[in-house]
């Protein structure tokens, strides 16, 4: 049974900092991809990062400088530390894990969702 377990969201104060973590198992590959979505209230789930097994990261341009994606491939878990916080990053945060064979955006697998808010 595949499992993404997400942890280390909340509130925080603007200006405030995160971080997310997520454990991935019982997974029939081994991970090419593992990143980090969210989905604001009435906005669509975006990409806010990915790394790949060859450490390539992308991240949504509205995050640059602001979030660090990481990952220890040992443990099949992935890391999003969230610098500087906004309002506007408030968001289910979810993880997903994908192969060699899919793009960062389209995974093969989410966690449930993690809250993070950033009041105005």
């Known amino acids: 049974q595949v499992q993404l377990v997400e942890s280390g969201g909340g509130l925080v104060q603007p200006g405030g900092s995160l971080r997310l973590s997520c454990s991935a198992s019982?997974?029939?590959?081994?991970?090419?991809?593992m990143g980090w979505f969210r989905q604001a209230p009435g906005k669509e789930r975006e990409l806010v990062a990915d790394?790949?097994?060859?450490?390539?990261?992308i991240y949504h341009d509205s995050v640059k400088g602001r979030f660090t994606i990481s990952r220890d491939k040992a443990l099949n878990m992935v890391f999003l530390q969230m610098n500087s916080l906004r309002f506007e990053d408030t968001a289910v945060y979810f993880c997903?894990?994908?192969?060699?064979?899919?793009?960062?955006?389209?995974?093969?697998?989410w966690g449930q969702g993690i809250q993070v808010t950033v009041p105005s």
């Open positions: 997903a894990v994908r192969s060699s064979f899919s793009a960062p955006a389209r995974p093969h697998y």
């Open positions: 019982g997974l029939p590959f081994t991970p090419f991809g």
């Open positions: 790394i790949n097994t060859n450490g390539y990261i």
